[in-house]
């Protein structure tokens, strides 16, 4: 026999048990009449099944206690796991099972599972939120990073013309004060009008998504710095319930500076108009000569040599004029290759040497080569750096009048290794100092001393300083001479470098 | 007596094919290398034309003339300008102020340039009777 029999049946036993004890009692009373030997064992049998009666009753109800406190902790606790299991209903106290307040408690019961349900739904659906919102937020301050850590800067507004988003790029050129800000119409927050015109343009009129200008923009020091702008529609499709917007959302327009190409562009304008200019002044030559020869006006053997040696001399002029271009718009464009190896300084210096001796020669000059005893160990590239060589004695040379000195120094200097190129020539005024580094640039009053392109020394200064992270400079005097030097990296200065060992314990 | 023709330019080899060309037809021709050397040697003879090159040291094309333009004495020489780059120069400066009555394109030659040299000979003998 089970709990859950004894159970059942544990009412009607305690009922009988009760009405017994009490029927018992109840005999011996009425049949007292003094005699004690019937009466007190009939009360002690009464009295037994009253006792019986009553601890079955408490079990009972000791049993009925605890079930529904149990049941009702199980509602009231609203655990949705025991409450969905259909077992949890079993747990009811048995006597119910059939009766109207089980039907009741099953009835609460699956409404409370329901609403448990939906209780679990809306938790999770809360989850996914609480996880989007963060990822959101993580997705906008990346964002918001990367939009930071642009130079170009980037403004934003919406579709009610009042300022979005601008990164501190774009705060700063546009004096946009981002606390102040947060939303405020575009046109009072920026001086420029053509910005904010581009911006509402480009969010409302529907013709084109995207729209560019190149605009001029002051900044706080009053200096215009132009940009080229693009702005673009910001357009939003509407993907679920949450974000029911639909369409332009607003505009972004992105600054990038074009000082830089700007003033490529005007550097390659006036590079093409010298280059175009130092053309046609030897072609001026060629022609006029000709047209001399051709209308006869050469009348003795003389002077049609004079002029044909004009000609010859500005042929050789701009096909000097020609490669010498060409050789440095290469270099330049990195077109050439260059082979840098470890290699002595002086082997190229008297290379170089060489090279000019015949020149000096023919001028009678005197080239003296005063090369350092010790080794002058260079990263470089032979052909560019004989070329540079070159360039500075030849000129040294050219501008040195008949008779005169050139010396040819290298040297040590800390860490460096520099040569020199030293002249008693016709030296430099501090203007010239500074400009025969320029392209086609020659001093006016030297032009005569010897033919010329005005290219040999930027060749030189740029694979000095360009190639080689050199410096070329120069100390000059003018009618006393000049000193052009090269000072280069020792590439000896590598390999002496103390190499670091971890100490031993 | 004869014409005399100030060139000015500092490619002293090319516009001697010039000067070449002027002597031959009968002018007396001067040279010098750049605009202050030119200024110098008009002020001691006044030529009766000036054909100067615009890009000089010292003292370029544009600054000759308007030296020559501002000097009551040599204010009406007629002048000529040679450039490489005439495109690049403000045409309304050259013939409204300066008054230069033509621009010769380089690389020149040196027979139209004398063609021009002797119109503008002309026309300042039929305008200007003084200095004839």
Redesign the interface.
Known sequence: MNGTTLYKFSAPIASILTLTGLAVWSGGLLYYGGNLTIWLPMLAIGATFLVTAASTWHWRSKRSRAAISRYFNLLCGLDPDELRNPDALTHLPNHYANSFWRNIAAQVGRTLSHMANRIEEVEHVRQATDIRARRATADYQHIRAILESLDDPVIAIDKYDELMLANSSAESLLDIDSKNTEKRALGAVLRCQKLVDLLTNTCHCQAADKRSDEIGIRDDREQEKWFRVTASRLMAESDNEYNPEDGTQGAVAVLRCIDDHKALQRRNAEFV?AV??EM??P???????V??LA?G?DDDRETREEFIN?IN??ANRLQRLVENLLNLARMEAGVVKVDKQSRPLNEVLEEAVHVVQPSAEAKDIQLTVDLSPMYLGILADRDMLLQAAINLLSNAIKYTSQGGQVTLRSRLVDTEVRFEVEDNGVGLSEEDSTRVFEKFYRV??N??MAPGTGLGLPLAKHIAEDVHGGRLEVSSTLGQGSIFSITLPSSGQLSQRPVLTRPQT | MSKRVLLCDDEIQIIRAAEFKIKRAGYDVAIAADGQEGWEMIQQQRPDIVVTDCQMPHLDGLGLVKKIRANPETADIPVLMLTAKGYELDQEYLFETLKILELVAKPFSPRELLKSVEQALQEQDTTDPVHT
């Not at chain 1, 072609?283 to 000569?289: E, V």
């Open positions: 108009s175009s200019h046609k002044t072609l001026a030559g060629i022609k006029a000569y047209e001399l209308d006006e004009v001399s500005q006016n009053k032009k005569d």
